[in-house]
């Protein structure tokens, strides 16, 4: 495994790491001793960046990392995230705040539940429009000099947000979907965060599992499962993507590799200052996913994946309209 610099700041992660968001939420039932063997062999396998966040459980996903950094804390780089107000754990409703005494408490919050005396990726979940991200910014610079955090993240934020912020401390990393299926970022996105030394991190890069080909029916998601209620998997949507998937899993056959290998492969070919964060709570597939780094994809393969699997083709939005309103503030 690679270990690479994300950002010009000084950090350093594995060139592929780790969404811990599943453990805990969003995606079925939790089963916290295997998301904590899942972390161990992680570990073990050198996927060193580890990505949480406050609201996922709410807490509960930093409180199960916390168990799992005893005595290999140094070794791991671990980021969260704070932004996104929940009402509590069964709260639908979702607000931001950015507000600079609200950094401090989320701060505080986040030290305590992972256990730990510095985080060392610091991203801020969602733009706050109330609040000028000037301001949010200048208190997590604070943060940085008081030790508590090492690097300052955005996540889902616009080109001129992350300019904006950048221009108040460095940004180490910008944090936004990308996949064979979401390809926002390169409407200029990827092609910023080089020219400023700003690593890109990429969450979802097996398009919430869908392009990993085992979700074959809308009934193979389980009750609870948050995938339920985003376009994509639902009705036309669900059936006109599957299309899509089976366009990845020629290719990955061509390639002698499975599909979620291919797509994460892809995500890593499109850029040095590119890490995907694929999440799961298997050790079996995080082993998978590790096959990725055995993919080796041309410009020839690249220039053909493109052309034979397309935005045009996706069907549906990647959230909800309301959650829509949320991203690329």
Avoid at 81 to 86: A, C, E, M, S
Avoid at 203 to 225: H, V, W
Wanted: aromatic residues 8%; hydrophobic residues 35%; glycine residues 10%.
């Amino acid at each position: 495994m690679k270990i690479k610099a994300l950002g010009s700041q000084g950090l350093m992660a594995s060139e592929l790491g780790l969404g811990c968001m599943g453990m805990s939420e969003f995606y079925g039932e939790r089963d916290d001793q295997h998301s904590l063997a899942t972390l161990q062999r992680a570990y073990e396998l050198g996927v060193t960046f580890w990505d949480t966040a406050d609201m996922y459980g709410p807490y509960l996903n930093e409180e199960l990392l916390s168990k799992a950094l005893k005595g290999i804390r140094q070794h791991i780089t671990l980021a969260t995230k704070f932004g996104i107000t929940r009402g509590g754990e069964q709260a639908t409703t979702r607000g931001t705040n950015g507000k600079p005494e609200y950094v401090f408490q989320s701060c505080e919050g986040s030290l305590k539940r992972l256990q730990v005396d510095t985080i060392d990726l610091y991203y801020l979940h969602r733009v706050d429009p109330d609040t000028p991200v000037e301001e949010t910014i200048g208190a997590m610079a604070q943060l940085v000099k008081q030790g508590k955090i090492r690097g300052i993240g955005l996540s889902e934020a616009s080109i001129e947000t992350v300019k904006r912020a950048h221009a108040v401390h460095p940004v180490s990393a910008v944090q936004t979907e990308y996949s064979l299926w979401s390809r926002d970022p390169e409407s200029g996105m990827l092609e910023t965060c080089k020219e400023l030394g700003i690593a890109f991190v990429a969450y979802s890069p097996l398009g919430r599992g869908f392009l990993t080909g085992q979700i074959k029916r809308f009934e193979d998601l389980a009750e609870n499962d948050w995938r339920r209620s985003a376009p994509r998997f639902m009705g036309e949507n669900f059936e006109k993507n599957l299309a899509l998937v089976e366009k990845v899993k020629h290719i990955a056959a061509e390639k002698n590799c499975t599909p979620a290998q291919l797509a994460l492969a892809w995500v890593m070919a499109k850029g040095e200052h590119i890490f995907p964060i694929p999440g799961t709570k298997r050790i079996s597939y995080l082993e998978e996913n590790l096959g990725a780094l055995n993919v080796r994809l041309t410009a020839e393969d690249l220039g053909i994946i493109d052309s034979v699997i397309t935005p045009e083709m996706v069907a549906g939005t990647r959230y909800t309209e309301a959650g829509m309103k949320s991203v690329n503030r």
